[in-house]
Every structure is written in C-alpha cells, then in structure tokens.
C-alpha cells in the first residue's frame, strides 16, 4: 500500500515520546484504505432557485469562526499578511473566487460532513483553483481540488486517454475529501494534512523529523518546507476568516445573491459544452429553454427511465437552468 511507509514511521515517531506531554496520541495508527469504489455525487440534481435563494446564503452572516474552528484556526502574522493581501490588494479576484464558489459549496460541504471532517475545508479548493472547473497547474495538477494523477487514480478516479474525472466537480470533491480525512488521520493535525495535501506526504513526514515535533508552525519557522507550502496553510486560514465573516471586511452579501445563479449557469455551460480536452461533455447537462426530458434522452442516448432514476425526477416537470446528471 502507497502509505505503509508512512505508517510504519509516524508509527515509531510517535512511540518516541517527544511530543508534547498534553497531546493525546492515538495508541493505533489508522491504517489508510484506498477507494474502491467510484460512486457519483449521492444528489439527484443541483436546484439552483433553491441553492442560491436568500435563506441558502445564511453561511454568509457573520460568526466566531475562530471559537467554533475544527481546523486549528489562528490568527497570527502569517495569516494577517494574508488577509489583508485578499481582502485589499487582490480583493477584486478574491470576491470572484467567492462568487464562483457559491456553485459548488453545498455540494462540497454536504461531502465533508458525510465523512466527518471540518466543513471549513471548502476554503481549500479557493485557494487551489478558485473553483475554475479547467484549472491546471505546471506540476499537472487538475479541476477544482488540483489533484495529480496518480492520487486520482488511488481514490477511484478515470484519468485516461479519453476521460479525466479529475474535471468532474462531484467525483473529484469525493476523492479530495477522502485524501483530506486519510492524511488526518495519519498526522492528527489539520494544519499539517493541509501542507501535506499542498506538498506531498513524505515532505511533510521528513520535516516533522527534522523538527522533532508536529506543530506546523514551527517546522514553517524553521523554512522545513517548500516556500509554496509555508505560504499554502496560512492562506488557507485567510480566506476562511475573510469567508466566514464578509461583514467584517466590508463585502457585499447582495452580490452574491444578485450574481451567484447567474455566474454558476456560466461556469456550468462551459463545463458542458466547451469541451475541455481530454474532459468530456456527457456527464451533466443543463435545461435550456423549450427542451424535454425527451429532446435530452434523443441527444445523449439515455432512456427517460434511466434519466429520471439518476436524477430523481417524479412525472416530466424540468425547468430551464436545472443541472442534470447524464450518468
């Protein structure tokens, strides 16, 4: 197993007592299980009218995110400098990366509480893609959670000549959130699964060596991780401040709510029909005007039975801007 390396050290670095004496360390490393199964986004389809009505955008009034937190939030300088680089010097792109996400948050929070880690960590995909559907990185890295090949394939994903599901918004979140609950529960720290999740496993495992210990911001201060990873956790916790309380600084919740509909039609269409190399388009298709169940069964080749048994649907009552899933 690709982990068992990993295991077997973190196992005998924890048997050397040299953590602090207050941390509880589990008396069994959990052992990672790779995915098996490809199963597709449990939703029947994506309601926008209800996704983005008033009420559904209560997650934009303000909280004490720093006193509810399940992901070691703090508030130091690291995190300050990146703050105030969102929410003034880059605040325009900061707030189109905000707008964006609306189209995949319910979604992506729904697949972090059904594996039992912090919903928070929807902020993570902002800072890997901006939620960009297409977003590839120099080292290969693709879709919304910029996964690697070899880390999709281990988590159930097609990557292929023909289809690459890391372009998939549903199929990917469920691989990500699964990676992000396994490095968990190999390093019992979120700050360091995250820096994991930016720079490998064995990158992080060789700079806990080095420091002697786990507490990420010490092996930040020591510069035993790349400079993109040191940059990676606090940027992370930055846009989850900034995120969870826009009243504080000053960020118009209207426009989410006037925009956020329209803005994920926009990102939807492209998905379904720019046809994005090697992405293909017949996994969603959204209602446009005057179409049928029977007008999408003719192009896609799908029964209406099997259509309205993916998607839920009771009689042939569909509305114009609903997502429907094609497999």
Known sequence: MRFAWLLLLLTAFYGCAQFEKTEKVPSKVPIIKESKNNKEHSGSVINLR??????????????????RSEVELVENDEVKKWINYFSNENRKTFERYLLRGTSY????????????????LYYLAMIESGFVLNATSDAKAVGIWQLIDSTAR???????????ERYDPYKSTKAAVQYLKDLHNVYQSWPLAIAAYNSGERR?????????????????K?????????????KFMAALIIGEDLERFAIDQNLFFKNSRKLAMVDYMKFVRKKVTPIRSNLVHMITRGESLFDISRTYKISISRLKELNGIKGSGIYVGQIIKLR
């Open 154 to 164: 281990r988590y159930g994903l097609r990557v292929d000549d023909k289809v690459d």
């Open 105 to 120: 948050r319910e979604m992506i929070e729904l697949a972090l509480v059904k594996e039992k880690i912090p919903k928070e």
């Open 50 to 67: 209800k996704l983005f009505s008033k009420n559904s955008l209560d997650f934009f009034k303000k909280r004490k995110i720093k006193e």
């Open 222 to 234: 020591k510069k035993l991780l790349p400079q993109e990873t040191i940059d990676y956790v606090p």
């Open 204 to 220: 992080v495992l060789n700079a806990i060596m080095s420091n002697n210990g786990r507490d990420f911001w010490e092996i930040s």
